[in-house]
């Protein structure tokens, strides 16, 4: 079985450029699920996606997108990238959104580097 | 909404004392519990977890912790830390109504010295 994995490990881009990450979940797991680590914080929510659609959002704005496809991998657009963006970026997956024992794996994460 | 502090953004200990990192966390409806590690360089590792059922939790490294409802409180405790357990330790909460979105906390910083 395999974990959850993400690439590219490190990215580095300047300001106004897009950035693509990608993720591809554990094996039978459908959930994927999208945290911002900046430095010395903890991550926070941006989105999650169950079955393909968008079915959560924390406080971020639209020009954070993402996509998840059918074998369930995941990505995450950026657009317009800010300096404060720079920040690691964390991929969990799940077995599936409402059980109260679904659980999240996380991935080690791209970190990106906005300059 | 949820929110979770983690009183100590870090805790120096030497090697084979105890250790107690609180988390406390603040929501309107019941929650689960989850405490993750983060090792340098690295993304999260699930350590422990409370969903339902005997409120002190084990993780297979030694770690504990219990779920305290009236403090609103799921500290994390080791009896004898060893130098590998130098990490960052993050507190979770996910509350049964918000899908899998979890909250974390800022995180404590744990160093163990020789």
């Known amino acids: 079985e395999t974990g959850v994995t993400q690439s590219p490990t490190h990215l580095i881009k300047t300001r106004g450029q897009q950035v693509t990450l990608r993720c591809s979940s554990q094996s039978g797991h459908n959930t994927v699920s999208w945290y911002q680590q900046a430095l010395g914080q903890g991550p926070q929510f941006i989105f999650q996606y169950y079955r393909e659609e968008e079915n959560g959002r924390g406080n971020f704005p639209p020009r954070f997108s993402g996509l998840q496809f059918p074998n369930y991998s995941s990505e995450l657009n950026v657009n317009a990238l800010e300096l404060d963006d720079s920040a690691l970026y964390l991929c969990?997956?799940?077995?599936?959104?409402?059980?109260?024992?679904?659980?999240?794996?996380f991935g080690p994460g791209t970190r990106l580097t906005v300059l | 909404a949820q929110s979770v502090t983690q009183l100590d953004s870090q805790v120096p200990v030497f090697e084979e004392a105890p250790v107690e990192l609180r988390c406390n966390y603040s929501?309107?409806?019941?929650?689960?519990l989850f405490w993750y590690v983060q090792y340098p360089n690295q993304g999260l590792q699930l350590l422990l977890k409370y969903l339902s059922g005997s409120t002190l939790v084990e993780s297979i490294n030694g770690f504990e912790a219990e779920f305290n409802k009236s403090q609103t409180s799921f500290h994390l405790r080791k009896p004898s830390v060893h130098i590998s357990d130098t990490a960052e330790y993050f507190c979770?909460?996910?509350?049964?109504?918000?899908?899998?979105?979890?909250?974390f906390g800022g995180g404590t910083r744990l160093m163990v010295k020789p």
């Open positions: 929501s309107s409806v019941s929650v689960y």
């Open positions: 969990a997956s799940s077995l599936g959104s409402g059980s109260s024992t679904d659980t999240q794996y």
């Open positions: 979770a909460v996910r509350e049964n109504n918000a899908g899998n979105m979890l909250t």
